[in-house]
């Protein structure tokens, strides 16, 4: 059967992405972009840190893979029995990668020569798994290693504090690497399993950009794509938890500066409308205590922040939160004050003037990143994890949004009974790890 192809158009710029449906399964994702040398290539599934607890068609109940699963199969993918991955990309002249994302692993390649060639070895190995058990137990130590890091890294401790403090009853608030428990949990046979749920051509998408031809990459992966019956696999679903107040976590690490960041937990979305919320809620938080907003350059002059200090929105499958992050010797003051200014612009209304300035900035960025073959296809990816939406869906949905939708982003988006503030202190200030 031939793939089903459509064309996904960008209708203020033109831009064209051109979306085939393999008859494995598989989305084909490509931007034929021939004025660039380099050329890029993103092999994904939608199997992340948080997919961890599933039910299997005909299991009455729920299987629970240890944490730091999906990546741990992301390293031990790239060791066959005959040749290094990388060195085999190496020989070809391109540069190859892979990440874990708490709902995504993504194994990828750059080049500006046989890319081809680069593409077949890209979609070969990541179908293709080898684990032993010596394999497995020589990865732990490397992990472990990993882990340890992660554990002296103040950025991820008080980044997952505050996690832990939003979201207990979800995987989200695990380090995507798990722990050193619970990698000793895992076997070849965890491994084969997982593949075998989640690296299925249904569950995956690739995406090329670049001086690439499309249909030379469906012909490729004509060859490649191995066409399987997929078992299928109900996800679980994690509860809501009621709203917890205002939350503190504090611990101490051997710091020169306080490290704080700040959560607003809100109602997770999916598709198109987290896409939209997301958006509203980083121009929410712009507006709001931004580089450019009269609050964040009151408390640059206070010192109560420095240049370090930023927003975020933070959304996925079972989560939603707006973040504001930084150094303060009083990261309570800070959190009040935005709780003041939230509290202000929903009585007032927003400003205007600068809720434009902020869109038109975000809409530039979003359409000149489609010029580059690597935005561009980390674009399509995140689309397709995303429920399937257009790589171009961004920048319509942000030329839609207005300074009026602000007040209902505040209402649902900055719940002040519903914070985690999460403080990494300096050793010397003598404070015990504490939640209050």
Known sequence: MPAEITRLTDPCTGDVCIRMQHDSGLEIRVMEMPAFSTSYAQFGTRFGSVHRKFRRAGDAAYTEMPAGIAHYLEHKLFENPDSSISAAFS???????????FDRTVYYFQTQQHFYE????????????????????RERSIIAQELREC????????FFQMLGGLYPEHPVHTDVLGTEESIRQITPEILYTCHALFYHPQNMVLCCAGNVEAEKILQLC?????????VTAAPFRYPERAPAGRLIRRKTMPVGKTQFAAGFRSRPESGTVRLKESLLSSLTAELLIGSSSPLCQRLLAEGLINDTFSTDCFAGDGWFTVLAEGESDC???????????????????????????LKRAAYG????????PEAACAAMLDSFIWDGISPFARAELLAQLTADDVQGCLETRFCTDNICLSVIEPESLGKEESEL
């Open 118 to 137: 680069a593409l077949e070895l890209l979609t070969g190995f990541v179908q293709e798994p080898y684990f032993t058990q010596e394999s497995v137990e």
């Open 151 to 158: 554990l002296d890294d103040p950025a991820d401790q008080v």
């Open 365 to 372: 960025d979003t359409v000149i990143s489609m010029n580059h």
């Open 331 to 357: 990261p309570e003051a800070v959190l009040d004050a935005l709780c003041a200014e939230i509290g202000r612009v929903k009585k007032e209304g927003a400003d205007r003037a600068l809720f434009d300035t």
């Open 222 to 230: 004509d060859r490649m794509i191995k066409k399987r019956t997929p």
């Open 91 to 101: 020989r070809l002249g391109a540069r190859d990668n892979a990440y874990t994302d």
